[in-house]
């Protein structure tokens, strides 16, 4: 997982609610064997109708995925995640996010900004009517701002999923900064105990 302090550049505005996983990925696409290509099944469903935002050129480019309340909703898939990264994406907005979504977004670098909802209408409604409007997320100061449009507010991320994000950690980045204590345990484990080598 890469460090994560700034995210800022452009966005896409999602202005639906409710979306759950299937519809950001939708299940064919997770028979894949390789962790690869899933941007491509990103609301692949959705991008069939040449008018759904994505297909808009106005927005290619865009590092930061608007979207309406309730985001990420549904079954448990890092695919979402690993679909909305390998799009471009570095963060999304939402007023609200489903707790498995968002826990799998920390987990893999992507960074879930939630907001209050008028903040999110407000932010949706100036990406629209502005595609070249700057986000600008900062992760270090727990922030969220589009100056050209007067929008700027803070965001929760507890303090240890704020260090994941600055200090480019996953699961086995956390656990290999107790590489000297796993080591040392190994050493003095007796050796009539089981082992999985």
């Known amino acids: 997982m890469q460090p994560v302090e700034i995210v800022s550049g452009t966005a896409v505005p999602l202005r639906r609610s409710d979306v759950d996983t299937d519809q950001i990925i939708p299940s064919d696409w997770l028979k894949r064997v390789e962790r690869t290509g899933f941007d ?79 903040v999110g209408e407000a932010l949706l409604d100036a990406v629209e009517a502005d595609p070249g409007l700057v986000v600008t997320i900062d992760v270090a100061n727990l922030t969220l701002e589009a100056p050209d449009a007067g ?18 950690l996953d ?15 190994e050493a003095d484990r007796p050796a009539w105990l089981p082992t999985t080598t």
Do not use: M
């Open 40 to 118: 491509k099944g990103l609301f692949s469903e959705w991008r069939d109708n040449r008018d759904f935002v994505l297909n808009d050129e106005r927005f290619e480019g865009a590092v930061v995925l608007v979207a309406g309340p309730n985001f990420g909703t549904g079954s448990s898939r890092e695919h979402a995640v690993w679909a909305i990264q390998q799009y471009g994406f570095a963060a999304v907005v939402s007023p609200r996010f489903a707790d498995i979504f968002r826990n799998n977004c920390t987990k893999n670098g992507l960074v879930p900004i939630q907001v209050p909802a008028e």
């Open 151 to 168: 929008i700027s507010c803070s965001f929760p991320l507890d303090s240890a999923t704020r260090e994941r994000f600055l200090e480019g």
């Open 171 to 185: 699961d086995i980045g956390i656990s290999l900064r107790h590489e000297d204590a796993i080591v040392g345990y």
